[in-house]
């Protein structure tokens, strides 16, 4: 069953303490993103990355990181930098040679 | 100004309804036009893609086009208590990051 998995489901943090979000894909798509969501609002842009060891910063970048090392996996580090980090946070995947990206189910982070 | 407007709703109709959901951007070089629909706390789930202006249509969804007008819409015929969503209209430039740019979602209730 292809797909992108996204763990944990919840996750609740304390202030100034990193966390890392995985995303997994096993679709063999070469591009990978990270949106955050916050109610009322659209997604907005993380990071991207169109290659394993390249990656790309979005509109929201601040207080975040990434990492590339294999062509499934992307994990998103929300670091004590970030000042609301509270958010939906989903990944994307898809191929270069088309635009439509496919979505995995997210992951609800509290920070306190 | 954002660069693509929803009207986020919410909108209500009776089950059996034909429902139409818009979007309008600011953007001409968007050239790749999708639908999403996200259920509460879920991945958005794509619906529809479409490339050119005119209609793409998929059993009940119908989707629209008009580039001259900067202007998309989803039409649902015979509409569902299961419809009951969020629809998100995203669209994409043929170049750069590829990544899209997402309305801020409309929320559809279907009543049974």
């Known amino acids: 069953d292809g797909g992108i998995t996204q763990s944990p489901k919840y996750l609740f943090r304390k202030e100034g303490q990193n966390v890392t979000l995985s995303c997994e894909q096993n679709l063999n798509h070469d591009a990978m993103y990270w949106y955050r969501q916050d109610p009322g609002q659209g997604l907005r842009l993380i990071y991207y990355?169109?290659?394993?060891?390249?990656?790309q910063k979005g509109d929201i970048a601040e207080g975040y990181s990434v990492s590339r090392e294999k062509k499934e996996s992307f994990p998103l580090t929300v670091t004590s930098a970030q000042k609301n980090p509270t958010a939906f946070y989903l990944c994307?995947?898809?191929?270069?040679?088309?635009?439509?990206?496919?979505f995995g189910p997210g992951t609800r982070l509290t920070v306190t | 100004q954002k660069e693509v407007e929803q009207d986020p709703g919410p909108l209500s109709v009776p089950e059996g309804a034909i429902v139409s959901l818009n979007c309008t951007y600011s953007n001409s070089a968007f050239q790749y036009f999708m639908w999403y629909r996200q259920y509460s706390r879920k991945g958005p789930e794509l619906l529809m893609y479409?490339?050119?202006?005119g209609n793409k249509e998929d059993g009940r969804f119908t989707a629209q086009v008009d580039k001259s007008s900067k202007y998309i819409s989803l039409f649902i015929r015979d509409s569902q208590p299961s419809d009951s969503a969020t629809y998100l209209c995203?669209?994409?430039?043929?170049?750069?990051?590829?990544?899209?740019?997402f309305g801020s979602g409309t929320r559809l209730q279907v009543q049974p």
């Open positions: 990355s169109q290659i394993v060891n390249d990656f």
């Open positions: 479409t490339y050119s202006s």
């Open positions: 994307a995947s898809s191929t270069v040679s088309t635009y439509e990206q496919y």
């Open positions: 995203a669209m994409s430039e043929r170049t750069g990051r590829r990544a899209l740019t």
